[in-house]
T-cell receptor, first 117, second 113 residues
C-alpha cells in the first residue's frame, strides 16, 4: 500500500521549453503533496508543499513562476518547469501524505530525471 | 540550506554483519522520525518510523533507537545483505511546520559480499 507514481521517469528537453511532471497517489488520497529536488550525492531539497485545492507554498529561493505546481485532486499533483535551462537539470521527486499510515508519513514517488540540453 | 550535504558519509560492512547508521537531528521539538532507504536512481522508500514518546522500535531486521537527550537517532540493520546497499536518510517532523520533513544528509551503506 501507499504507492506513489511519477510520470515521466526521465525526460530530455531543449533549453527554453516547458516540462510537466505528474505525481499520483495510486491507492490512497493525498491531502498534501511535496516536491523535492535532489542533486547527486546530496540530500533532498524541499521545493514546495501543495495542498489539494489551494495554492502551493514554496520554500525560500524557489521561483514560483518557474516551478508551477497544481494539486487539482486528491490523487494528482503536477510540477511544470517553465522555460527550462541546463541548470534545471536534476532529479525531481514527489511525495504524498494523506489517509494512509501516520499523518506525518510521506510516501515517495520513484523520481523524474530531467536533462535540459 | 540545512539539507545540503557536500560529502555523503559512507559505511562499509561485510555481508551478514550488523549495520548501525547514525543521525543527529536538529530540532528538540521534533516529535516524529522516519528512516528512508534510497537506492540509486529511485525515490526514497519508507523503512521504519518512531514517535518521540518511544525510545526503540523494531521492524523486520531493522531497529530504530531514539535518544532525545542528545538528539540522536540510529538505524540498526541485522544480518546485512547486498540488497541493503543504498543511501539511508533520517527525517524529522515538527508538529507546527506544516507537515514538512527535515532530512539528514544521508549515509551510503555498502555491503561487501
Amino acid at each position: 500500500g501507499a504507492v506513489v507514481s511519477q510520470h515521466p521517469s526521465w525526460v530530455i528537453c531543449k533549453s527554453g521549453t516547458s516540462v510537466k511532471i505528474e505525481c499520483r497517489s495510486l491507492d490512497f488520497q493525498a491531502t498534501t503533496m511535496f516536491w523535492y529536488r535532489q542533486f547527486p550525492k546530496q540530500s533532498l531539497m524541499l521545493m514546495a508543499t501543495s495542498n489539494e485545492g489551494s495554492k502551493a507554498t514554496y520554500e525560500q529561493g524557489v521561483e514560483k513562476d518557474k516551478f508551477l505546481i497544481n494539486h487539482a485532486s486528491l490523487t494528482l499533483s503536477t510540477l511544470t518547469v517553465t522555460s527550462a535551462h541546463p541548470e534545471d537539470s536534476s532529479f525531481y521527486i514527489c511525495s504524498a501524505r494523506g489517509d494512509r499510515g501516520p499523518l506525518e508519513t510521506q510516501y515517495f514517488g520513484p523520481g523524474t530525471r530531467l536533462l535540459v540540453l | 540550506g540545512e539539507n545540503v550535504g557536500l560529502h555523503l558519509p559512507t559505511l562499509s560492512v561485510q555481508e551478514g554483519d550488523n549495520s548501525i547508521i547514525n543521525c543527529a537531528y536538529s530540532n528538540s521539538a521534533s516529535d516524529y522520525f522516519i528512516w528512508y532507504k534510497q537506492e540509486s536512481g529511485k525515490g526514497p522508500q519508507f523503512i521504519i518510523d518512531i514517535r518521540s514518546n518511544m525510545d526503540k522500535r523494531q521492524g523486520q531486521r531493522v531497529t530504530v533507537l531514539l535518544n532525545k537527550t542528545v538528539k540522536h537517532l540510529s538505524l540498526q540493520i541485522a544480518a546485512t545483505q547486498p540488497g541493503d546497499s543504498a543511501v539511508y536518510f533520517c527525517a524529522e517532523n515538527t508538529h507546527n511546520q506544516g507537515g514538512k520533513l527535515i532530512f539528514g544528509q544521508g549515509t551510503e551503506l555498502s555491503v561487501k559480499p
